[in-house]
Every structure is written in structure tokens, then in C-alpha cells.
């Protein structure tokens, strides 16, 4: 395992629940929680790595699903996209410092929920020019910031499609990212052995948390539910921050 300090480890692992109940009961906001929080213990890559291998199982079992309902060819369209603009994201990662890692996802952090709470939805058309843009700057973020997913949920949010649709697609997208993310990786030579291993170490207390907020979940309270998530990633974007430390 990595070395780690009992307490890093024990930060991590309280993040990975957190995160879990929030995409267990919201839907959304596994990266938005993760991301911020364990860079205050990690490096930026490794952040990236472990989130992806702890968010990869969880979706599995629905993907079938997601695919006879969704639109596979369009979610492959945003995945070229995606890695059109993942290359330039972690070279631009590569060149930043930690600090400024954690100044630029909590900054992302507030305004994607800035933009969820607000009720903003786009308003252009889903032509295949749309889309592949999406990708792109969704690589881009998700290689700079490990956040690919909330600009195409944005998006998609807008799209004139039925919520099955769109949740299909979504989930498709964010499968395919975790395999082009860690194939990028794997061929650039960066996938080392530690943050696999702590990010498999996290699957665990992740799921777990996962399927105890899915539970928990009452659609009637959906609005309740949402409002919390938008406050908690608020909140561990602004905790985050480095003017915390002394």
C-alpha cells in the first residue's frame, strides 16, 4: 500500500463514504466531494487515478441497461471528444502545482453547483458539432481537474430527451471516461501500482455508502436531497482551499 499517514488514510476513507451517500441519494456529486477533499492529502494525479478505479465497478450492473435505452453512438462521439481534450488537461496537470490544483477544482466545484442550483440550462441545439465540443472540454476538464462529468450533465440536463435517455447516456459516458482516462494513463506509463491499490481499497466503504444513500433516497424529498448535496460540495470546495493551512 501506499505510505500513507493513519490519519491521511482515514481522511480518505471518510471522504469516499461522504461522496458515496451523495451519489447514493442525489444522483450525482461522487467528483464534486472527492475531487477537493482528498487533494488536501494527495497529488493531483493521484487523486485522478484513485477516484477512477473506486468509481469504475460501482456502474457495471447498469450498463446494459444504459445501453438498450441510451444513445451508445452518441456517447461514443463524446468520448472521442474526451480524448481529443484529455491530452492537453494532463499536461496542463502535469505543469501545476498542488495548491493551484485545489484553487482550481474547488473554483469549478462552486460554479458547477452555482449553475445546478440556479436552475441554468443551455439552450443550443445537440448537433453532433455540440456534442463532440462538449467532449472535448469536458476532457479537458476531467484531465486538469478530474471533473469530466458535470459540464455533459449540464448539457444533457437541457437536451430534449426523455430522463431515461439522458441518465443512460450520462452513465455510459462516465464509464467510458474511467476506461479512456486510465488507458491514457496506462500508455503514458503513469499508472502506477499505489494509487491503484488505495483506489481499490476505497471501493469498498464507496459502494457501501453508495447503496445506503440509494436507500435512503425518498423521490418525494428530491428537491431536500439536492439542496444538501449542493451545500456539501460547496462546503468541501470551500474547505479545500489552501488559506486554511497554516
Known amino acids: 500500500m501506499p505510505d500513507l499517514a493513519a490519519g491521511d488514510l482515514t481522511w480518505l476513507i471518510i471522504v469516499a463514504i461522504v461522496a458515496g451517500l451523495i451519489r447514493g441519494f442525489s444522483g450525482f456529486g461522487t467528483g464534486l466531494i472527492y475531487v477537493p ?3 488536501t492529502v494527495l497529488p493531483p494525479i493521484w487523486v485522478l487515478i484513485t477516484l477512477t478505479v473506486m468509481d469504475m465497478i460501482g456502474p457495471l450492473p447498469n ?19 474526451a480524448l481529443i481534450g484529455l491530452i492537453p488537461g494532463l499536461w496542463l496537470l ?3 502545482a498542488p495548491d493551484t490544483f485545489r484553487w482550481v477544482v474547488a473554483c469549478l466545484c462552486l460554479v458547477t453547483v452555482a449553475l445546478m442550483a440556479s436552475g441554468w440550462r ?4 445537440m448537433s453532433p458539432g455540440v456534442i463532440g465540443g462538449v467532449g472535448v472540454s469536458s476532457g479537458l476538464l476531467g484531465g486538469v481537474a478530474g471533473l469530466p462529468g458535470p459540464l455533459v450533465v449540464l448539457t444533457y440536463m437541457a437536451a430534449p430527451l426523455s430522463p431515461a435517455v439522458i441518465r443512460a447516456n450520462v452513465l455510459m459516458y462516465l464509464v467510458l471516461w474511467d476506461f479512456l482516462f486510465g488507458g491514457v494513463l496506462l500508455v503514458q506509463g503513469r499508472l502506477s501500482a499505489p494509487p491503484v491499490m488505495l483506489g481499490a481499497l476505497l471501493i469498498v466503504p464507496y459502494l457501501a455508502a453508495n447503496m445506503l444513500g440509494a436507500r435512503l433516497f425518498d423521490p418525494s424529498r428530491e428537491r431536500l436531497y439536492r439542496a ?6 460547496a462546503t468541501a ?4 482551499l489552501p488559506v486554511w493551512e497554516t
Do not use: C, K, N
Not at 446494459?64 to 463524446?78: D, I, N, S, T
Not at 470546495?237 to 479545500?240: P, Q
Open 63 to 81: 450498463l446494459p441497461r444504459a445501453l438498450r435505452e441510451g444513445r451508445p453512438r452518441e456517447v461514443g462521439l463524446l468520448g472521442a471528444g
Open 228 to 233: 444538501v448535496a449542493y451545500v456539501l460540495v
Open 37 to 39: 477533499l482528498a487533494g
Open 237 to 240: 470546495a470551500i474547505a479545500s
Open 122 to 125: 443551455w439552450t443550443g441545439r
Open 94 to 96: 502535469d505543469r501545476m
